[in-house]
């Protein structure tokens, strides 16, 4: 018995976390419907619009080389909002979150899990439009700029997990996917992800601020020096509100499943 008791591994809140966060990366590395999507997306549309047709500058910067900034901002957002809006839709229709807060498991532990795995994907993403940018598109950048663009954009992904969380608890395990759909795509297409916001109609450009997408895209490019000209705080403030909205919708609908 007392063999026993010491091979028992003892129990603290940081391995909790860490064991939750382990098998949430390794249960969506598992599932090729999110994985595949989110870092073979992006990707593949950086190598037909920056490499492929990326000819010609955007605000003073080489084609390639603003794509990244953008398209990694695309990535980042797919990531995280299928990663918490899918993935909490999912698994509240289960029940498999209703048997996780009966457990005697810390409560944050599997939103916690969920905001490692969503960082690690956008992480995956940013290094592999980089690694494009590099080999294919002759993109040249300093490495501290590298490095903070890279920061950026995956901590960028937090706003989009809040609100990933909040449609999470919004709708149904059926209807997650096709709404998310509908938000993300729509949302970086107005917000100039794909298409650089200053070619874009008159009234894109006036939606396209009260958009969050459109605030992790100039960040991105105020790095590489390309952004649209607004200071760097007011985009972060804007980002800032969003969480805080998503954060919100969520805390409401965990209340009503209450």
Not at 131 to 136: E, N
Not at 207 to 227: N, R, S, T, W
């Amino acid at each position: 018995m007392n063999a026993t008791m010491a091979r028992t591994p003892s129990w603290s809140p940081a391995r909790t976390y860490a064991l939750e966060a382990k098998y949430e990366f390794l249960k969506l590395l598992r599932m090729p419907g999110y994985a595949i999507p989110s870092i073979a997306f992006p990707a593949m549309f950086y190598l037909l619009f920056g490499v492929v047709f990326g000819r010609g500058t955007v605000g003073g910067v080489a084609m390639p080389t603003y794509l990244i900034a953008t398209y990694g901002a695309f990535g980042v957002i797919g990531a995280s909002l299928f990663g918490f809006g899918v993935g909490v839709a999912v698994e509240r229709g289960q029940g498999w979150m209703l048997l996780k807060r009966a457990s005697p498991m810390p409560p944050m532990a599997f939103f916690v899990a969920k905001l490692v795995m969503c960082t690690i994907f956008a992480a995956t993403v940013v290094t592999v439009l980089g690694v494009l940018g590099i080999a294919f598109g002759n993109v040249r950048m300093p490495s501290i700029v590298w490095l903070r663009l890279g920061v950026t954009l995956v901590l960028g992904a937090i706003p989009f997990c809040a609100l990933g969380l909040g449609l999470g608890y919004l709708v149904g395990p059926n209807a997650a996917p096709p709404i998310v759909n509908l938000v993300y795509l729509p949302m970086s297409f107005l917000s100039g992800l794909w298409i650089p916001i200053d070619v874009m109609p008159p009234l894109v450009k006036a939606i396209a601020p009260f958009l969050p997408a459109y605030h992790l895209g100039q960040l991105a490019l105020g790095v590489i020096g390309a952004g649209a000209g607004a200071p760097a705080w007011s985009h972060v403030a804007a980002l800032a509100g969003f969480t805080l909205v998503g954060i919100g919708l969520a805390l409401w609908g965990y209340r009503r499943d209450e």
